[in-house]
C-alpha cells in the first residue's frame, strides 16, 4: 500500500467502483461512493496497528436487514435536515410510531419529501481523484434533474469534496451552486459510527460527549424542535448512560470556534466532529450562528451512535428558519471536518 493514494476500487458490495483514500502515515483512509448518494461509505483508522472500521454498515449498499431501520454510514442531508410538516399536516393528532410522510409547501403547492431529503438515494457523478500537496482527494458532481424537481422545485448543483490530511483528518465539503431564483436548504450530514470504535466491549455507556453547546431543544410529537430548550453544560462531557443522549438536538452555541462535539471512546481515542461555512475572501455568511446543531442519535442494541452536524433544524422548510437562501448563481460552502484524538 502506497503511503499517500487514490485510486478506483471494486468491492463486491457495490457494483460499481468505488475511490479509495489513503494516508498510511496519518493512519487514515476512507472510501467514497459516487454512485450511491456521493458520500463517504468507509472509514478507516489505524489503531494499535490494526485497521479498524469506524462507521456502521461500511460499504454495505444492499438491503436493509430485517430489523434494521437505519442505512448506516454517513450520507449528505439535503435540502432537508429531519422531518418536515405543513400546519395542516400538524393539526391532527400524531402516532408517533407511525408518523405520516414529509412535505412543505411552496407557493400554495405542497411537495412531498423524504425525511432528511433525497439526494443520499441518488446516483452522483464522480468528477476527479488524485493526490494534489500529498492530500489524497475525490470530488463527486450532483446535477438537479426532473426526478429531483418532484421534491423540490429548484436548478441546483452539488459538489462534494474529500480530503485527507496528516492531522489524521478527513476534511468533506459541501458547495451547493442555485441555478434558480428564492432557492431555500438546509444541509447536514448523518454521520453513523460503530460504538464502541474497537469492537471490544468497554461498554456501550461508556461511551461520552463533551461539547459547547448551551442548549437542549424539546421535540415535538412530530419530531420537530419547539422554541422550549433546557440549558445545558457538557463542557465536562456526560456519559451515554441516559436514553436521552440517544436521541436529541444541541445548540446554542456561542463562537463558531466552538461548533464541534468530542465523542470519546476512553478505551480507543477521541472522534472530533467540527461544521463550519466556508465563506469566500470579502464574501458575506450565508449561514447564522444560532442555526448550527448537533444531533445525537443511538441504539445500544445495534452498537451505533450518530453525531450528525446540522445547518437548520427539522421543519425547515416550512419555517424558513435555518435555512440558506440563494438566488440564481449564489452558492453557499459548508464543511464537516473529522479528527482524531489521541
Known sequence: MKN???????LPSC??????????SAGIKLHVSPYTGGEMSS???????EWI?????????????????????APLLFPAVGRNYTNEQMSVDIDKKNKPPCGYMHYGKKYKIPIHGFVMDLPWELDSFGVNNNIPYAVCRYK????????????????????????????????VLSMSDGMFFSVGNHLTLK??????????????????????????????????????NYAGGVTLENDKYLDMVIG???SVDDLWVDFIDSNAFTLRVEQREVVPSGGMPKMSLEHFYY????????????????????NSLNTRKGVVMLNKNESCTWQMELKIIG
Not at 438537479?144 to 476534511?171: C, G, H, M, N, W
Not at 471490544?200 to 453547546?213: E, L, P
Open 195 to 232: 460504538y464502541p470504535f474497537t469492537g471490544k466491549d468497554s461498554g456501550y455507556n461508556n461511551g461520552m460527549i463533551k461539547t459547547r453547546a448551551t442548549k437542549g431543544f424539546v421535540l415535538s410529537p412530530y419530531g420537530i424542535t419547539s422554541e422550549k430548550f433546557n440549558t445545558i
Open 43 to 49: 472509514l478507516g483508522i489505524m489503531h494499535n496497528s
Open 15 to 24: 457494483d460499481l467502483p468505488i475511490i479509495e483514500l489513503v494516508n498510511v
Open 252 to 254: 446554542g452555541y456561542n
Open 295 to 314: 444531533v445525537f442519535w443511538g441504539q445500544r442494541e445495534n452498537n451505533l451512535y450518530c453525531v450528525e452536524p446540522w445547518y437548520g433544524a427539522p
Open 144 to 175: 438537479s434533474d426532473a426526478v429531483s424537481r418532484k421534491y423540490y422545485p429548484f436548478k441546483y448543483e452539488l459538489v462534494s469534496k474529500y480530503e485527507l490530511t496528516q492531522e489524521k483528518k478527513v476534511i468533506i465539503t459541501y458547495t
Open 53 to 73: 472500521e469506524l462507521l456502521n454498515r461500511a460499504d454495505e449498499f444492499g438491503p436493509l436487514p430485517k430489523n434494521v431501520i437505519w442505512r448506516g454510514r
Open 4 to 10: 499517500v493514494n487514490a485510486e478506483l476500487i471494486n
